[in-house]
Every structure is written in structure tokens, then in C-alpha cells.
């Protein structure tokens, strides 16, 4: 088992909020952070998973099963399998609160992140806190037998990653595919067709870190330009794919307002192009977005909430891969690179001196440090994670 950092953040949240939201798409550890949670927990815990015909069978009655659980911690998996609890925990949640339980009540955790925020934010406001659990990153994979490119290439879903060989691992990311197209769309999405949405998937994986042109999507698939946009919404709301806005802040330039779109694990990339092995993945045109995915999806989860990720690009050509702004200023620009000798464009010079922005780096998969032009640091992925979480 690989241990997660994301267990500290969960302990942290569980003492200080009465309700906790773990937030993820399935398959990436959530059920087994929510177990190792309540291991240490000072109080008893009840876990139950609503895909169980049993366990929603004792939440017929709600009110009086979980009212009955005192002053434990009550887990409740799959929670958006019945949004109608969550008026049900409102009433409870205060009248523990009032009865002295402060916090660490209930732990929630969902598959789809729009669709379980709007039901508790609305009901539980006040009330809840929030976490995303993403797939296993490269600082955790430190000190582990596993290579970075082993992480890039299989992706982070524990099973994938931890699967005995690169065949075995794809297998389980296409079942992975399967499943969601088979059975969550049509849960989350009935009026979607599932295979048109396999068929964008596959269509965002091809086209990885590109900019996102929906009515040439459109055209391609059949679709108008708002039903992609449809579409993409359930992709980015199950946690599967991200849309990196746009940076637009006033600089006095022409800038690109279109967001660039990434299928957010690297494994699920290579899986719905069929690419079993890093050779495989190396002489096809896809391996430099991919990679540049990576990084960014790594790079986002050491930021965390406190940095605003961005993508920026100007009309003449000034470019800059992820931008942070922090504090509502741009604070961190980075450049990725899939080379050991990474070399630096004038459009990244340009574009870190036009926002004024003094950290610039340039992730590369080696290992040293060295300067560069355009007063940039060539660093590697993990390296660059550190100083990120330290900051």
C-alpha cells in the first residue's frame, strides 16, 4: 500500500468540521482513506456503502438509524446514491452540535463532484467541508520501487499503478473506461449517450493539453457545439477531465480565452489509445502532452487550494504551460518539457515579463538543478512539488 498524504489533510478536516465530503472518481482510494481515518479515530465509526442492497436497506428509516449511532463517526459511501439524506444529517448535525459533538459526525464520500456539491451545499451549508482525492501523485510514489515514468505511464489509480505487469495494468484501465461508459454516465447523466461519450473521450486523449474547440468537436461527432459542451461538463464533473482556464487579467495584450483541456490521469490517456509500454508511448505524437498533463496534474495536487492554476497564451505567441496566481496575482509560471535538455522559448520570456512574475521554472524528468534563460531554473517534477508544499 502506498501511503497518501492526503490522510493528514482528512484527520485535519474530520476535527474541525462536523460533516467531511471526500470528493474523487472511483476506483482511487477513497473508501480505503475513509477506513484508515476512522482506524484512528478517538470514537467507534459505522461504515456504510450505498451500493449495498443491505446497507440501504437500513436507511429506510434514516432519521432513526443514524440518530441511534450517538457519537460516532458514520461513513456513508457513495452518498449521491441518496441525496435525500442530506437534510436528514442537517437536522442531526445540529442537534449534536448543540449537544456538545462539534465535529467529526460524518464522513460523506462521492464519485461525481457537481452533483453531490450541489445537493449538500445547498442543504449542509456551514456545515461541511470539502476534500478531492485524486490519484496517487509522484511525491508519494518517493521512497516507493516504482519510477516516475512507471507512475506517467499506468496513471495513478492504485490498481493500475500496482498491477504485476504493464499488460495487466492497461487491462484494468480499459475495464476501468468500461465501467464508467456502461454504468456511471448512464447513473449521472441518463439522457447522454454513453457512447458518444466514449467516442469525446477518446477524441480529448488524441488531442490532449489541447485548446478546446468545441464546434470542431461538434462537427466531428455529430453535435452542436452546446451539447459538447454538455458533455465535457460530465467528464470535468466525474473528476476524469480538467479544464485549465484561461488566464485573463489586464496586461495590455491579445489574449487566448479559450481553456486547454486534459484528460486528467496519464494511464487513462494511454488507455484509450491502446499504448501498453513506455516504448510504445514514446513513438507516438501523444507522448509530450502527456507528459505535460502529468506534470500539471502533479504540480496542482502539491499546490493545493491556496494557488489558482492557469493556462496563458497570447495572440503573438507568448505562452506560459501553468501559471499559478496566488493572492490574486500571478506568482509561479512553469514551463514542462519532455527532454533532458529542455531549451526555453522567448515566448515563456516574454510572457513571465509581461505579468511580472519572478519564479519561473522548467520541469524536465531529470534530476539536477540548473539556471536558464529568461532568469528560469530547470528542476524536476518532484523537486518543484516540494517547494510548492513548503510554500
Not at 493500475?160 to 464508467?180: P, T
Not at 473528476?239 to 484561461?246: A, C, F, G
Not at 539536477?368 to 516540494?386: C, P, V, Y
Request: hydrophobic content about 40%.
Amino acid at each position: 500500500m502506498i501511503p497518501r498524504q492526503t490522510i493528514s489533510q482528512l484527520q485535519d478536516k474530520l476535527q474541525q468540521s462536523p460533516a467531511v465530503v471526500l470528493l474523487g472518481p472511483r476506483q482511487v482510494g477513497k473508501t480505503t482513506l475513509a477506513l484508515e481515518a476512522a482506524r484512528t479515530w478517538p470514537q467507534a465509526s459505522v461504515y456504510l456503502d450505498l451500493e449495498r442492497p443491505a446497507d440501504r436497506l437500513k436507511l429506510d428509516d434514516a432519521d432513526g438509524f443514524l440518530r441511534m449511532q450517538g457519537d460516532k463517526l458514520v461513513i456513508l459511501d457513495e452518498i449521491h446514491r441518496l441525496p435525500g439524506l442530506f437534510e436528514v444529517l442537517r437536522g442531526i448535525i445540529d442537534e449534536r452540535r448543540r449537544a456538545g459533538q462539534r465535529a467529526g459526525q460524518f464522513l460523506l464520500l462521492g464519485s461525481a463532484s457537481l452533483d453531490l456539491m450541489q445537493q449538500s451545499s445547498e442543504t449542509l451549508a456551514g456545515r461541511v467541508s470539502y476534500l478531492e482525492v485524486t490519484p496517487v501523485n509522484a511525491q508519494e510514489l518517493q521512497g516507493q520501487s516504482m519510477s516516475t515514468d512507471a507512475l506517467w505511464l499506468r496513471g495513478g489509480f492504485p490498481d493500475s499503478l500496482l498491477a504485476a505487469n504493464d499488460a495487466a495494468s492497461l487491462g484494468w484501465r480499459e475495464d476501468f473506461v468500461r465501467s464508467y461508459l456502461q454504468r456511471d454516465v448512464p447513473m449521472f447523466a441518463p439522457r447522454l449517450p454513453a457512447e458518444t461519450v466514449g467516442r469525446l473521450w477518446t477524441m480529448l486523449a488524441h488531442q490532449q493539453g489541447a485548446l478546446l474547440q468545441q464546434t470542431r468537436l461538434a462537427s466531428s461527432l455529430g453535435l452542436t457545439s452546446p451539447a459538447i459542451g454538455r458533455y465535457i461538463d460530465l467528464l470535468v464533473d466525474l473528476q476524469l477531465v480538467r479544464r485549465l482556464r484561461p488566464w485573463s487579467g489586464n496586461v495590455g495584450k491579445r489574449l487566448v480565452k479559450a481553456p486547454k483541456v486534459f484528460v486528467r490521469d496519464s494511464g487513462l490517456v494511454h488507455a484509450l489509445l491502446g499504448l501498453r509500454t513506455l516504448d510504445d508511448l514514446a513513438g507516438h505524437p501523444v507522448c509530450g502532452p502527456s507528459y505535460e498533463g502529468f506534470c500539471i496534474e502533479n504540480l496542482i495536487a502539491a499546490a493545493g487550494p491556496q494557488c489558482t492554476p492557469y493556462a496563458y497564451r497570447t495572440h503573438t505567441g507568448a505562452e506560459i504551460d501553468l501559471l499559478f496566481e496566488r493572492a490574486g496575482q500571478p506568482w509561479m509560471a512553469i514551463e514542462i518539457k519532455r527532454s533532458s535538455a529542455p531549451a526555453l522559448s522567448k515566448g515563456f520570456g516574454v510572457a513571465c515579463d509581461d505579468l511580472g512574475v519572478s519564479q519561473r521554472y522548467v520541469v524536465y524528468p531529470g534530476a539536477e538543478r540548473f539556471g536558464m534563460r529568461h532568469e528560469a531554473t530547470a528542476i524536476g517534477l518532484t523537486d518543484l512539488m516540494g517547494i510548492l508544499c513548503a510554500s
